[in-house]
T-cell receptor, first 112, second 114 residues
Framework: NAGVMQNPRHLVRRRGQEARLRCSPM?????VYWYRQLPEEGLKFMVY????????ESGMPKERFSAEFPKEGPSILRIQQVVRGDSAAYFC??????????FGEGSRLTVL | AQSVTQLDSQVPVFEEAPVELRCNYS??????LFWYVQYPNQGLQLLLK??????LVKGINGFEAEFNKSQTSFHLRKPSVHISDTAEYFC????????????FGKGTKLSVIP
C-alpha cells in the first residue's frame, strides 16, 4: 500500500533551466496539496488541486510556477527558468477527506 | 488570516525527561490543529490532530497535546522522551470546515541527549 510518492527525490538544475516535480497521491485520494520548505523555515502552502482543477493557487508565485493534476497520471509542479531562490524542498500531500493530510518524502531542488 | 508561532526554535532535553513544545496560533475562525514530526530528509508524519471534542488529544509515540481556546495554544507534551524522538516538530492550523490548507509554524528542533 504505497503512500504519497514523489519523484525525483533530488533534482539539480542550473539557473534558467526547468524543474518538473511529480506527485502520485495515495490510492483513492483525489485532493493534492503542494508545499514548499525553505531552509530553516516551516512549510508554506503553494497550491491545492483536485483532478483537472486548480482549487486554490493563492500561495503560488505569480510567474514561472505552474501546477496541474490531470485526469490520468501524477500531479506535476513545474518551475520554469529556475533561480537560486527556488532551491528548497517541495512536498506534496494528499487527502481523501478523513481529517489527515498524508505527505510524501519531498523533492529537494538545488539550483546551481 | 491565520498564523502559528512556535516559541522555541530548539529544545534540548535529557533522555527520559519530560518535554513540552509550545505552539500558539491566531485565527478569526474555528480551526483544526495539528502536530507533525519530520525526521531528517524525510516527509512529515502526523503525530496528532484536534478537530473537535475533547481538548486533550493523544497521538502516536506517547505524545499528547491540549487545545486551549482562551489562550489560543496547542502545546505538545511527552512525559518521557527517547533518543528516537530527536526530530523537528511542526505545529499547524487549518481553517476547519473540511479545509486542509495548513499554515505551519517554523518548527522546533527537539534534541534528546543521552
Amino acid at each position: 500500500n504505497a503512500g504519497v510518492m514523489q519523484n525525483p527525490r533530488h533534482l539539480v538544475r542550473r539557473r534558467g533551466q526547468e524543474a518538473r516535480l511529480r506527485c502520485s497521491p495515495m490510492k483513492g485520494h483525489s485532493h493534492v496539496y503542494w508545499y514548499r520548505q525553505l531552509p530553516e523555515e516551516g512549510l508554506k502552502f503553494m497550491v491545492y488541486l483536485q483532478k483537472e482543477n486548480i482549487i486554490d493557487e493563492s500561495g503560488m508565485p505569480k510567474e514561472r510556477f505552474s501546477a496541474e493534476f490531470p485526469k490520468e497520471g501524477p500531479s506535476i509542479l513545474r518551475i520554469q527558468q529556475v533561480v537560486r531562490g527556488d532551491s528548497a524542498a517541495y512536498f506534496c500531500a494528499s487527502t481523501g477527506g478523513t481529517g489527515e493530510l498524508f505527505f510524501g518524502e519531498g523533492s529537494r531542488l538545488t539550483v546551481l | 488570516a491565520q498564523s502559528v508561532t512556535q516559541l522555541d526554535s530548539q529544545v534540548p532535553v535529557f533522555e527520559e525527561a519530560p518535554v513540552e513544545l509550545r505552539c500558539n496560533y491566531s485565527s478569526s475562525v474555528s480551526v483544526y490543529l495539528f502536530w507533525y514530526v519530520q525526521y531528517p530528509n524525510q516527509g512529515l508524519q502526523l503525530l496528532l490532530k484536534y478537530l473537535s471534542g475533547s481538548t486533550l488529544v493523544k497521538g502516536i509515540n506517547g505524545f499528547e497535546a491540549e487545545f486551549n481556546k482562551s489562550q489560543t495554544s496547542f502545546h505538545l507534551r511527552k512525559p518521557s522522551v527517547h533518543i528516537s524522538d530527536t526530530a523537528e516538530y511542526f505545529c499547524a492550523v487549518s481553517p476547519g470546515a473540511g479545509s486542509y490548507q495548513l499554515t505551519f509554524g517554523k518548527g522546533t528542533k527537539l534534541s534528546v541527549i543521552p
